[in-house]
């Protein structure tokens, strides 16, 4: 697994090496596209992590009843 900080280096790297060949207009529209694209990937963290916890609960349910019966 990558650390955060290298994240961070490998995507700001990423960034400028993309943003050389783009103009104003273009950075613009990738900006407003990545930002759109990041709040639904929250959305979807959000979500799954709702969904696991819900299924989590439900299988500590399932073996407590089965320990009790």
Known sequence: M??????VA????????IAKNLTIDELEILSTVLEQASYTFRAIVIQRI???NKTDKYKDSEEIDRKYR
């Not at 990558?2 to 994240?7: D, F, G």
């Not at 490998?10 to 400028?16: F, M």
């Open 2 to 7: 990558i650390c955060p900080e290298e994240l």
């Open 10 to 17: 490998i995507v700001n790297a990423l960034c400028v090496a």
């Open 50 to 52: 709702n969904i696991k």
